[in-house]
């Protein structure tokens, strides 16, 4: 096991109360290290590093040009250590070896486009009055102190998202990992003080709730930046508004896949199934919910069951695994509590639901319901787990009406052979992003985010690097004969 610190200030050091807590392997349980616990000072010891570094403007003040050359520095990095972050992820959260080697890449290419991005001058001139009367340019400013929470499923690519955008606009910021992913947030600490990145600039603290809620209401920080639960989301935003914090909420989502008449089946089935079995369904915009018409139902039900149980489940290290663990035992029991009430809903379990024999780490069998309807909890509510629920529609438009009946927007997807009819539909999807024929196609050049209560913002390209800046208008007047203002005969009297 490797030592860990927290790193504040450009310094590794202990927990200052001396609290500690053990990451765990979910595919075996074993301890995989022991992590400091940071306490109240610890946390505030960080952000008040971030605030001096940001107010000495020992980054804020750097060209763009030397920004850049530094965040490529940290792409490198994590390039460079690529294979070993690959089995630290799998370890720590029970990525497949598959997905893992993915993150790794997505991670790298984060970190990359902001670094392009970062050389971009974001001011931009106003032609709002006539020519030779004022010159008005739109200034885009760094916010200041990011605190940066992330979630434990995507735990590296997270972490990048939050680093690379506030570090390309001139920010410090403060990163809390989840709990259970926080070895590889260390671990790219340690990759990132090997860099040129001045000392206080990032800070990466562990924490609960309480080290979360110090994050969100410390008067020194400017921007709360997070991605997690609806549920928590909106306490934070109860928090950050105690004194007006800027916001990024990238939170939950209910995603459906529709599967249109037209579509090609063999396309359709195996991009619903990877919608919602990718990493065990614990990710944000899972296709955890499948919308077919009754003419294809039976045949898409049968050919999603015939391609679950093609599906290995095994040790996430071996390259052929297509099923891995949960990440923690108190997702596992969450996941199966929902299976027991998908059954005592009515809804029908077709395939799965049981824990598997063999393994003593937090698996659950990849689980398929049908019978449906949009009103059971299952059809309602994130499980964050390998849980798919199929409903009927009558048509296309009642398709369309089942998707958006839910709280969440973050994400939908429609199969379909007809290109036009699928791009009508997306436009009447309430979600941030639509696909059409892919599922889990993200980039960082394209805005990511949700609609209603899937959170508040975007992530990644120039809209998610425009979220860590302030804009401020400055007007230049160029009538400098007094008497020829506007204002002249309003408040200066007459001579």
Partial sequence: M??????????????????TFNAINPYDRTVLAVLPLASLNDVRDAISSARHAFDSGVWS?????????????????????SAYLQELLIRES?????KAKDDLYLTYRAASTFAKYALENLDEKLDISKQGVSENI?????????????????????????IAPALAAGCTIVLKPAPETSVTALELAKLIDQTDLPKGVLNVITGDAEAGEEMVTNPMVDKVSFTGSTEVGRKVMKLASSNLKKITLELGGKSS??????ADLDLAVDGSAYACYFHMGQCCVAGSRLITTDKIHDEV?????TKLSKMKIGNPMEKDTDIGPLVSESQLKRVLNYIELGKKEGAE????????EGFTGYFVEPTLFTNVTNVMRIAQEEIFGPVLSVMKAKDENDAIRLANATQYGLAGGIWSRDREKALNLARKLRAGTVWINEWHLLN????????????????????????????????????????????????????
């Fill in 349 to 356: 379990l077709v395939f799965g639901g049981s824990v598997p």
């Fill in 2 to 19: 490797t030592d860990y610190k927290l790193y504040i200030n450009g310094e590794f050091r202990e927990s200052s109360d001396g609290r």
């Fill in 138 to 162: 739109l200034v885009r400013e760094p916010v200041g102190v990011v605190s940066a929470i992330i979630p434990w499923n995507f735990p590296l690519q997270m972490a990048m998202w939050k």
């Fill in 61 to 81: 003040n750097k060209s763009r040009e030397e920004r850049s050359v530094i965040i490529k520095q940290i792409a490198d990095k994590v390039k460079e250590n």
């Fill in 444 to 495: 960082d050049r394209a805005p990511f985010g949700g609609y209603k209560q899937s959170g508040i913002g975007r992530e990644l390209g120039i809209e998610g690097l425009k979220e860590y800046t302030e804009l401020k208008h400055i007007h230049i007047d160029e009538i400098l004969d007094r008497k020829k203002k506007f204002w002249y005969n309003v408040t200066v009297p007459e001579e």
């Fill in 301 to 305: 039900i049968d050919r999603l069951k």
């Fill in 94 to 98: 029970g990525s497949t070896f598959k």
């Fill in 257 to 262: 896949s529709i599967i249109l008449d037209d």
